[in-house]
Structures are given as C-alpha cells and as structure tokens.
C-alpha cells in the first residue's frame, strides 16, 4: 500500500476490520485490530491483537476528524521527516515537541496526519504462556481436591473437618 513514497515506514499493519476511536483526551486516537500474519522480522512477533494510541492529532489537510468508526486492511506508516514545533512560548514553560508525519492507509482511502506520539500496543499472551511450560498436576493431586471440595459442599461437613484436624 505504501508504493507511493518509498522512504516510508510501516509501524504496523492490520488485517480485517480495524475500529477507529477518536477521543478528546490524551489519546486522540485508536486503531484496535488483529495484526497482519506472520512474525515481525525485528521482533518475532506474530499475529495477534494490537492497538495504536496517537496524541495530539491534526490532520495534514487542516479538515477536522473525518475517520470511519470501522477500516479494513490497514497500515500505519510513518513518514521521513518530522514537522517543526511552533515557536516555543515566553519561558519558562518547555518548548513543545516535535510532531510525527504519519499517513494511515487502508481500503477506504489515505489519512495523512500529523502527532506528537504513537504508542504501539501488542498482545503479548501468546508470546509470553508459549515461553512457559505447562502447569503438570498429578491426577491423585486433582482428585484429592475435587473430593475435599465437594465434601465441603455438604452442610455441617466443614465443622466436621475442622474438629477432627484438632
């Protein structure tokens, strides 16, 4: 999707349905989907859910927010270069920072805008319990409890219990 500016560089891509939030607080807007298959060559990091968080969004052409609550099939790529920040105010108070050229890219058009900062968010379940063996309970063990606990169901059973442990 991004033939027409070879120096950009794809942060993510979505496949399928892709939801589109935007927001009025820090996070100006969201993009939640499923990640495109296969692993990522940097991270080894295959498909899964994903979100991206943009703040402080303006949109390239100066229009206001025009975004479908739902896109399929998208990129988010970030542009080279980045967009001076407007001169800094009387000091003491820091100069703002520099905004990120982004375009995101789907089937339903190009959106070029402009952030302060993109938070790329993965889920990490299936990376993380794959890096973990599984938990082996005997069957003596499960079955101990699975009586313990349906005794303890019977009224009276738990005094019981207690009074013969001392």
Do not use: N, Y
């Not at 990640?35 to 052409?61: C, K, L, M, P, Q």
């Not at 169901?153 to 005094?159: C, F, I, S, Y």
Request: hydrophobic letters at 45%; a positive charge.
């Amino acid at each position: 999707m991004s033939g027409a500016d070879p120096d950009a560089r794809e942060l993510i891509g979505f496949e399928g349905a892709v939801s589109c939030e935007l927001q009025a607080h820090a996070a100006s807007l969201r993009l939640r989907g499923t990640v495109r298959g296969g692993a990522d060559s940097r991270t080894g990091v295959g498909a899964g859910a994903a979100e991206v968080a943009f703040s402080g969004i303006s949109f390239a052409d100066g229009s206001p927010a025009q975004l479908p609550p739902m896109l399929q099939q998208v990129s988010v790529l970030e542009l080279p270069g980045t967009v001076a920040p407007a001169p800094a105010p009387v000091p003491p108070q820091p100069a703002p920072a520099p905004r990120r050229s982004l375009r995101i890219e789907s089937s339903a058009g190009r959106f070029a805008l402009q952030a302060r900062g993109v938070q790329v968010h993965r889920d990490a379940a299936r990376e993380f319990f794959g890096a973990l063996p599984p938990a082996r309970v005997p069957r003596s063990l499960r079955a101990g409890w699975a009586l313990l606990l349906t005794v303890l169901r019977v009224p009276g059973a738990a005094r019981l219990l207690a009074k013969l442990r001392g």
